[in-house]
């Protein structure tokens, strides 16, 4: 699918500035943060070649790409507490 959108000329005219890559890139957090993309789709999106690459991107956005809880941590924490004694 492709999307277009017209964006004034005035509100982003730094000729250094990849507006078309920082686009994708708030697609890809946003679609990601309100589950609707994958990391596999993230990482198509953006032509990351890695998974690792996602996760740094990720990770450098402020966004955690594990749902990953404080109760699970403690519940793995105990589990090997059990198996190790």
Known sequence: MNVQVK???EVFNH???NISRQVLEAVA???FKAKQMTTAQVKRLLG???RL???EFLAT???PWVNYS???AERERQLLDKILS
């Open 7 to 9: 964006i004034p000329d």
């Open 70 to 72: 404080v109760e699970d």
């Open 61 to 63: 956005n402020g966004v």
């Open 29 to 31: 957090l946003e679609g």
């Open 15 to 17: 000729e250094n500035s």
């Open 48 to 50: 990351f070649n890695t």
């Open 53 to 55: 690459e996602v996760y």
